[in-house]
């Protein structure tokens, strides 16, 4: 039974230490169409529960000063975890200067427990695939008991209280929630949340269910469909096909003031003549780099104070 796992470098966290909290099979309040672990029924409890103990003794065999994170996960959903809020305190014993962070999909934080526990936390993942309740429950197919706008409400109030580094993450689905109507609806709800990143990405991993993803090119379309203020990052890159598309200087800055790009994404998009302009543009001190949780991104100076405030 491996509960510690890693470290790994991960681009988003930095160098992560895993701890799976349902080591020995899945156990989650979701069977989402996309979850890379077998398709298994939905549970609100854990029925297979590991000892605060056995995780902390094997967690310090582990630890050492390279690692960034210790990242909370599991096979399954982490906050069904019955034990974490001591668990968090005796990390808090033991971590350093290391951060915590939680990889959850949000459904619990109706639970008021859970949702003050996640409090202590340095950083906090939190997904979100879909506002409309049918889209939710195709995509996700939550157990019985989770209500999506419930859910968003939450998620919602914790960003309001939270006073660490808020990621959300929204996975994409061919044919889902992929659509012009959805994305309008998640732009909304993200208005009102507070986060430090907004990941955007899509299936990389083989699913539980036979759904595509989508390409590079349409999360960049959908990137763009929301507002410009919004942190939103593109966090999937396995299957991009270089763009090589053709800009000019003040196109390079009209899309940076749309929305702020990493290194990965321009190589991405751009060919190697709009490369040597942005270059240019750096040097001019017209576009800066600002790092917002371990990434960087390209924003332009005017906009720098303006934009991704909560770094
Ligand atoms: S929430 Fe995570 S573990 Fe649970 S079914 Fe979805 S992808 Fe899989």
Same mark, same amino acid.
């Given at each position: ?14 160098s ?11 156990q ?7 979850c ?10 854990q ?9 902390i003794?094997?967690?310090?065999h582990h ?5 960034d994170v210790?990242t909370?996960?599991a ?7 019955p ?19 939680i ?17 202590k ?14 889209i939710f ?5 939550p ?18 209280v ?12 061919y044919?889902l929630?992929?659509?012009?109507e959805?994305?309008?609806k998640?732009?909304?709800v993200?208005k ?8 955007i990405?899509?299936i ?18 959908i990137? !763009?469909m &929301? =507002?410009?203020?919004?942190p @939103?990052h593109?966090?999937?890159? +396995?299957h991009? $096909? ?15 003031d749309k929305r702020?790009l ?5 190589? !991405?998009? &751009? =060919?190697?003549?709009?490369? @040597?302009?942005?270059q240019?543009? +750096?040097?001019? $001190?017209?576009?800066?780099t600002k ?5 960087e ?7 720098a ?7």
């Amino acid at each position: 039974m491996n509960i510690i796992f890693g470290p790994v470098n991960s681009r988003r966290f930095g160098s992560s230490l895993g701890i799976d909290l349902s080591p020995s099979s899945k156990q989650c309040n979701f069977d989402c169409l996309y979850c890379e672990l077998a398709p298994m029924e939905t549970v609100d409890s854990q029925h297979e529960v590991v000892a605060v103990e056995k995780i902390i003794e094997e967690l310090k065999h582990h630890l050492h000063t390279k690692i960034d994170v210790i990242t909370l996960t599991a096979n399954g959903e982490p906050t069904l975890y019955p034990f974490l809020e001591e668990l968090i305190d005796a990390i808090d014993t033991i971590k350093g200067s290391t951060q915590t962070l939680i990889l959850t999909n949000s459904a619990t934080l109706v639970d008021e427990k859970v949702f003050h526990t996640l409090l202590k936390l340095d950083q906090v993942k939190l997904s979100l695939d879909a506002v409309s309740s049918d889209i939710f429950k195709k995509i996700d197919r939550p157990h019985e008991s989770i209500q999506i706008e419930k859910v968003i409400q939450k998620i919602i109030e914790f960003s309001k209280v939270y006073k660490g580094k808020l990621f959300i993450e929204i996975l994409f689905v061919y044919g889902l929630n992929d659509t012009q109507e959805e994305v309008a609806k998640l732009n909304d709800v993200l208005k009102n949340i507070n986060a430090s990143r907004i990941d955007i990405g899509t299936i990389d991993r083989p699913p539980a269910y036979p759904v595509m993803g989508i390409s590079y090119k349409e999360l960049h379309e959908i990137s !763009l469909m &929301f =507002d410009a203020h919004l942190p @939103i990052h593109i966090a999937s890159r +396995i299957h991009a $096909e270089p763009n090589n598309s053709s800009y000019t200087s003040d196109e390079i800055m009209n899309t940076l003031d749309k929305r702020p790009l990493t290194f990965d994404d321009i190589n !991405l998009l &751009f =060919d190697d003549e709009s490369k @040597i302009k942005l270059q240019f543009l +750096i040097e001019e $001190e017209k576009v800066v780099t600002k790092t917002v949780g371990n990434l960087e991104f390209l924003v332009l100076q005017a906009n720098a104070k303006r934009k991704l405030q909560k770094s």
